[in-house]
């Protein structure tokens, strides 16, 4: 299976409640079933690890 959000979502529908995703893949948000966040995920600095922290925080809180 090609590893896109979708297929992610397919395969762990009954476990998600939301899901990060690449902001490279934004495109795909829209069309999930489920809340989706598109991030820059990739960490080159502690600075991008804070970031990236503090809005799957945020994100995870919204969902409840």
């Known amino acids: 299976l090609p590893t896109t959000a979708s297929n992610i979502v397919d395969h762990y529908d009954d476990l998600l409640d939301g899901l ?3 902001e ?6 829209p069309n999930l079933p489920v809340p989706a966040l598109s991030v ?9 690890r804070e970031i990236l922290a ?3 925080l945020e994100f995870a809180t919204s969902l409840y």
Do not use: P, W
């Open 20 to 22: 990060i995703i690449d």
């Open 24 to 29: 490279v893949d934004k495109d795909e948000v």
């Open 40 to 48: 820059q995920t990739l960490m080159r600095t502690l600075e991008d």
């Open 54 to 56: 503090r809005k799957v």
